[in-house]
């Protein structure tokens, strides 16, 4: 019985064998026929219409003419003077404050500051008159000196340069002086803004519209005095159009020119494109993470009150684009020992054609020359499992897939 049982085994093997062997040999021969990693095809037409090339990238809105108008006191909103949509001038009165013992505490010394510096200026303009009467004198004393001198004596020689010498000196001091003065004018308006921005009365940097305000009567404004921190109360919109920035890639960059046409894109406002021109380039750059990004600014058109800074945009920068072309999908463009075909069918008969391209995108390529219009054009595309492949000019035929064997991997 046992070895009844070993000779079933033995002849059960042989069989599989066998029948594996067969099958190969079968899937040989059909590959005979048919190339099974021969590719689906399918066909387009050669279209004439608009091509262009573009670079994308995606931003953010970096200012979109909002002012913001700030505070550093300490207290509680006493009353809101204007409202959204109200235009208002430059120095209007925005809001009162109550000011907080810190708020009052950091006026006063905001204010004494200003003293300070308002009285060094008026120090240092007294001293550029005295300076001024003192470069005068020596003038007159040195023209003098000119006229009356023979320069024939070594004390007229000396004479002559002491009295050079001291307009040279009188005029260094005066100015010196002038130099000074603008320092403590610089420091006055310096400590103007300081006070300013430690008054209850909160006023307009500029002249717009008021775009928003983030603070209601009786809220609590604070600020850190050590930090000298600022609260943004409101805004103020001004005239002008919205401002981009993006990061153009080392691949890209020497194809972006100032000036060029860019369409701009965002995903708050829907179902709609703005048109832009880039105005700036940052040619330096920086690398991040081993990348390399250079800063490009696009400025928009038109103005929009939707388009808020910190947007995120996504921009389309046109480097050419053409009308009234032949084109093709990019995809029926094959590259063959340096030269550039595609393969066209009429009726049942295909045939490599040599083409010449210009304007090439991921999607169409220009075809400069070598097909027409209308011409029909053969695509390859992957092959697929379990799906029937058109191999028309590979001598016809359907190629099938048994079920497990190929296909795709899971």
Same mark, same amino acid.
């Given at each position: ?15 599989? !064998? ?13 590959? =005979?026929?048919? /190339? ?18 573009? +670079? ?17 006191? #300490? ?20 809001? /009162? ?8 505490? @950091? ?40 006229? #009356?001198? @023979? ?8 004479? *002559? ?18 130099? +000074? ?34 603070? !209601? ?6 600020? @850190?005095?050590?930090?000298? $921190?600022?609260? $943004? ?24 020119? !100032? ?22 380039? =940052?040619?330096?750059? @920086? ?5 390399? #990004? ?28 053409? =009308?009234?072309?032949? *084109? !093709? ?60 492949? /058109? ?20």
């Amino acid at each position: 019985m046992k070895i009844f049982k070993n000779k079933k085994i033995k002849i059960g093997i042989g069989v599989f !064998v066998a029948l594996t062997i067969a099958f190969f040999i079968y899937r040989n021969k059909i590959g =005979d026929k048919q /190339d099974i990693n021969a590719q689906q095809t399918i066909t387009a037409q050669a279209m004439r219409g608009a091509i262009k090339e573009t +670079v994308s990238a995606s931003g953010q809105i970096e200012t979109a003419n909002y002012l913001a108008i700030t505070t550093s006191v #300490n207290g509680i909103v006493k009353k809101v003077h204007v409202k959204e949509g109200d235009t208002v001038f430059k120095g209007q009165s925005i809001m /009162d404050v109550t000011l907080s013992s810190e708020g009052e505490e @950091s006026l006063t010394s905001a204010w004494s500051s200003y003293l300070t510096a308002k009285n060094s200026l008026n120090s240092a303009e007294n001293t550029l008159t005295t300076n001024e009467s003192t470069l005068i004198t020596a003038k007159e004393d040195f023209q003098d000196e000119k006229e #009356n001198n @023979s320069y024939q004596t070594h004390d007229e020689r000396i004479s *002559y340069t002491l009295a050079e010498n001291t307009v040279e000196i009188a005029q260094a001091n005066y100015n010196n002086q002038k130099n +000074v003065i603008s320092q403590k004018q610089t420091a006055l308006h310096k400590a103007w803004l300081t006070y300013q921005a430690q008054s209850p009365t909160i006023v307009a940097p500029d002249s717009g519209v008021i775009a928003n305000i983030v603070v !209601v009567e009786g809220m609590d404004i604070t600020n @850190s005095l050590s930090e000298r $921190t600022s609260s $943004t109360i409101a805004s103020i919109r001004k005239e002008g159009t919205p401002i981009a920035s993006i990061n153009i890639s080392e691949v890209d960059i020497n194809k972006v020119q !100032v000036g060029q046409k860019a369409e701009l894109t965002l995903n708050s406002i829907e179902d709609k494109t703005f048109v832009g021109e880039v105005v700036g380039i =940052d040619k330096i750059g @920086s690398i991040s993470s081993g990348v390399s #990004n250079y800063p490009v600014i696009v400025k928009f058109n038109d103005d929009s009150d939707k388009v808020l800074p910190n947007m995120g945009i996504d921009i389309e920068i046109i480097i050419q684009e053409k =009308d009234n072309v032949i *084109y !093709v999908p990019s995809a029926a463009i094959i590259s063959m020992g340096g030269n550039t075909i595609v393969r066209v069918k009429e009726g049942e008969e295909t045939a490599p054609i040599h083409v010449e391209i210009g304007i090439t995108t991921n999607e169409f390529t220009e075809i400069l020359s070598g097909i027409k219009e209308g011409t029909t054009i053969l695509i390859n595309t992957l092959p697929t499992s379990g799906f029937t492949a /058109d191999h028309n000019e590979q001598g016809g035929g359907n190629r099938r897939m048994f079920p497990g064997m190929g296909g795709s991997r899971r």
